[in-house]
């Protein structure tokens, strides 16, 4: 049988990471609550912690600003429950997606030296990886992921659907982790999740 976890997460770019981290640990992803933003999942996050007492759940938020990972994650979730793996991406979940160097750079039609080897020190991963497709050579992914002039907006009309397929259907976790230390922990904490609740279905 095959684990079920649940999940919260700020959007649906992270919803497809996440779909993906899961599937990678060899269980299912059950419920994905999808909270429009970081506030609204912190807000949830006693009643997910609660939920945890009974069954497997994953909860991930960005570092965003905040300075340390680890103090934030005493103060967000002092008693994390049995079944409660809560990660902070640092700085944001489009770190992760760097990560896979090789990967992203053919997907965006990249060099892959123009990829930051250290994506998890960028201040905002998202921009970094705005920037990055404005240097691909295939102009489909220009006009999807850059914003248009004058717009006021951070990502062009089809960034987030580019993203969503990136991390569905292309994005390799392990080799990310290799340059991502969040998401190293995010994968084994949610790989012992995962290796506990099986052993409690057999």
């Not at 404005?134 to 006009?143: A, F, P």
């Amino acid at each position: 049988m095959t684990a079920i976890i649940q999940a919260a997460v700020e959007g649906i770019t992270d919803e497809a990471v996440i779909r993906r981290l899961i599937h990678h640990v060899g269980a299912e992803p059950g419920a994905i609550h999808v909270g429009q933003g970081k506030s609204k999942v912190l807000k949830g996050l006693t009643g997910y912690n609660n939920a945890a007492q009974q069954s497997p759940w994953l909860v991930l938020v960005d570092l965003d600003q905040e300075p340390c990972p680890a103090q934030v994650k005493r103060v967000w979730l002092p008693s994390p429950a049995p079944w409660m793996c809560f990660r902070i991406a640092v700085r944001a979940v489009e770190a992760w997606l760097l990560a896979d160097v090789d990967t992203l750079a053919v997907f965006l039609g990249v060099p892959p030296k123009c990829v930051p080897v250290q994506p998890e020190t960028c201040p905002d991963p998202k921009a970094a990886l705005v920037a990055l497709a404005g240097h691909s050579r295939r102009r489909e992914i220009r006009d999807a992921m850059i914003p248009q002039v004058n717009s006021g907006r951070r990502v062009g009309p089809a960034y987030t659907s580019q993203v969503i397929n990136y991390a569905r259907y292309h994005w390799q976790p392990q080799a990310a982790a290799r340059r991502a230390d969040s998401l190293r922990r995010a994968i084994n904490c949610l790989q012992t999740l995962a290796n506990q609740a099986k052993s409690r279905l057999v």
